[in-house]
């Protein structure tokens, strides 16, 4: 047995002790580690500042060495974020269903932890602390593994984190972290013992995970967002979305990669909408129709499936709203679409036809983040369909079980119809 | 592209105006189905005496034959069921959440159908009609593929209940019917088009899909279930529960397989299970500690790791019921575990420690099941931890999105400050 795999065996038969402890004891740990990551910031800030230098000598670009910082600013976001996190309540033991099945025999429902999760993460030293105060205050076990761009930070950070969660009554096996890339492909085998895997980072690295294990995945491979301009829409407003959705910040899965236009307000709409990236400085690539009406380059069938993840965008003109929904579910990634227009009938039909996590109208698809929901904090968004969908935040860390309490009740005095259920909620 | 791709992505780029449909449209299509049935019942007999001589003709055991039949008692008893859905609330577009996030942002959380599910079902024509009417009730689009012991019924059962549908105004490709087994492999590789498979069948059988496929799986692989009786026990509590939970029915998850007896009772309580159990013909496989108390066939390692579907058991003497408990997380299949016992902490403590979707006190392992939780039915019950756990009724086939609606509203405005979050629900 591999080292990950002993590891996830004993934290897999120790996570239902995990699952136990209460809120007070679990809100105590998040405290005390908010504590202890400051009183320990200069050992962290030193840990941090080996990896920048070995990161710059290795020739990582400017704007990656500055997500692998951890200074004062990133440490005091982390202990706000754990403020936050102590004061949102219980996601676990939450009552769904109370229900009488027959006299004497009662079902209820609760919120219970998922278990053991494993998160493979990238190199931002402030994402290992968010996601390991997650997954303590839902309750769970997790195996962390941060980009090893960061290792000495991560190291530091986790023995802080680790200790000050140990030493507020949690089981010792609460937390592991592997440090080795080697591990990764060690814990996709532990399907017997790790619940869920959350991988963040590239496509083709989800991807990979996903076709590498049995345990269920939780993430997204691909954010191709769309804003659909509608004829009914404003121009202004139109300018506002797409320009926001595209350019605030470009590197991220929420970012509008395709705009569609519509036909009939075409004329008006593309000129100033393209005029108004450009001007952002955002390369456009049209199709025929866009290259009629405004200076761009032309698009390829391509691009309507490329996730840009920068200052390009690639637009459409399509029939109506009807032609932009087909546009979206064929080609999008079911993560976040927007339409923009003054017309509240076109934007309900657009918002129940999208198949995707969110349906957006009038605003900018960048909201799409558990923060900006109000979640707290979020270990990630899912474009999967099931469980969790979009942000994910501490409800998506919980499952539940199913409690039913009788007194010798046995099935087959139901089956000869000598007794009979009657189902009362309670 | 193979016939059974072109059907699902047809299949999906539709789901989404089934899952516009009313709920009025919905049920109107369940109450034509099931007039449908009644009216077409002879073609259905006809079609099932059919399958029933292929059947005799090729040697298929007796026990099995019975569960192809499909004769006027089971017609009744999925029309039945029918009813039973129809009056269901719309498990479709319950608001889960609904919050200003600032002045004019308003978010709102639906349950929506999940979109296309694969169901792979055994031989069982009640489970054909069940099935389609489940993901009918839904909004969900369904692809069947049922055991082919059955297929001339399946065939008449699929044309009557798809016409039908129809007839009601739900979308042409609500439902497809897939025949040739060669067809499942087709069906594995549409993750394109896919969100969900569901497979009912032997342990083989859904770890082989498991394995096959990047479509997410809902299901169970295994049911290895347990009683622990405790020392605390009313012994007549515990031969009535334990009885039952081996010998109501044996061939399914729910049966239990391994029967623990706490040490501080097992000089009574042993002989008395042991004693109530081959009374009711079941074979008794017993570890040391049991041999020594009551007349048993010695029990294996393998044993505790063993689906009988059978009458047989095992029985195990534990130190009490910390040790039951890592008896089964440790040898369980995290589907239905019970404790007999007279005392209400113990009984606590094992239901808040097994991490099993059922955790039940006094009563039978064989109240797992959708019908007797009141769900009206269940398309399979679930170990997985993610999404659905236990058994799966309509509840199970929905997901959510997110709704959000702005006037222009814009990320950068939030970045740099100029407005804020303040987060009320409504």
Known sequence: MSNIAQVAATMKLESPVMAATSLEMRNDALAGIR????AHKEQIFAANAADLAAAEESGVAAPIVKRLKFNEEKLQGVCDGIGDLIGLPDPVGRLQLRRELDEGLVLERRAVPIGVIGVIFEARPDALVQISTLCLKSGNCAILKGGSETMRTNKALFEVIHAAAVEAGLPESCLHQVEAREEIGELL???ESVDLLIPRGSNAFVRYIMDNTRIPVMGHADGICHVYVDRDADVQKAV???VDAKTQYVAVCNAVETLLV???????????LVDALKAAGVEVR???EVQALADCVP???EDWDTEYLSLVISVKVVGGVDEAIEHINKHGSHHTDAIVTENAQTAAR??????SAGVYWNCSTRFADGFRYGFGAEVGISTSKLHARGPVGLDGLVTYKYWLAGNAHVVADYASGAKSFHFRDL
Chains 1, 2 share one sequence.
């Open 350 to 355: 657009f918002q129940q036809l999208v198949d």
């Open 35 to 38: 504590d202890a990551l400051l």
């Open 299 to 301: 698009a390829t069938d």
């Open 240 to 242: 506002a979305v797409v």
């Open 286 to 288: 049209g199709d025929a």
């Open 262 to 272: 519509d036909r009939a307000g075409a004329e008006t709409l593309v000129p100033a």
């Open 189 to 191: 085998a532990c399907d």
